[in-house]
């Protein structure tokens, strides 16, 4: 899948690509993808927060993903 805002943390890539909204803020949204094996293993997040700009809600979708990541230590 193509996105433009997908960052690599240690295994796994972080999509946030956040969701534009009806009233012109941006919804933050993630996906992890994980390699186990041969599998690959997609975690969608799809409702983290609304914010004013598309860049805040990558950062937060980011900083939210990463935490989950570390929190599986």
Do not use: I
Request: include cysteine.
């Amino acid at each position: 899948m193509t996105t433009k805002h997908g960052f690599k943390y240690g295994r796994y890539l972080l999509r946030c690509d956040p969701m534009p909204m009806a009233d012109g803020r941006f919804g933050a949204q993630v996906v992890v993808t994980s390699e186990e094996g041969n599998d690959h293993v997609e975690r969608p997040f799809p409702s983290l927060g609304e914010f004013n700009t598309e860049a805040d809600a990558v950062a937060h979708a980011r900083a939210w993903g990463v935490r989950w990541v570390d929190d599986r230590g």
